[in-house]
């Protein structure tokens, strides 16, 4: 198993930026495909980014071009950069860890075993 606490979340007006930090411990990552989800109030548990532990990454369309999601394994950690921040992007933001791959895209919440505990991110208009 690997623990994931993630942090960097807050209050920004839209327009500005945040960047998210997820640490793992309990074991080496490396082999894990990594990704971030997003869950808004009322709304399901929905795609963000993904590493895949061979490096390539992915982004949901609501997001591309404005996030980056990067790895680093010597720390054990994965961030998310959210830069022009949209009032819709407001969530909770949760750091999550598959230990096999269960389909081509990965992005589906069931896939991953591992899950931090989540970390707010409020963008004001």
């Known amino acids: 198993q690997v623990q994931l606490v993630e942090s960097g979340g807050g209050l920004v007006q839209a327009g500005g930026s945040l960047r998210l930090t997820c640490t793992a411990s309990?074991?080496?990552?490396?082999?894990?495909?990594m990704a971030w989800f997003r869950q808004a109030p009322g709304r399901e548990r929905e795609f963000v980014a993904i590493n895949r532990s061979g490096g390539n990454k992915y982004y949901a369309d609501s997001v591309k071009g404005r996030f980056t999601i990067s790895r680093d394994a010597v720390k054990n950690t994965i961030y998310l950069q959210m830069n022009s921040l949209k009032p819709e992007d407001t969530a909770v933001y949760y750091c999550?860890?598959?230990?096999?791959?269960?389909?081509?895209?990965?992005?589906?919440?069931?896939?991953?075993?591992?899950w931090g505990q989540g970390t707010q991110v409020t963008v004001a208009s």
């Open positions: 309990g074991r080496t990552f490396t082999s894990y495909t």
């Open positions: 999550a860890a598959a230990s096999g791959i269960t389909s081509s895209t990965m992005r589906v919440p069931s896939e991953y075993d591992n």
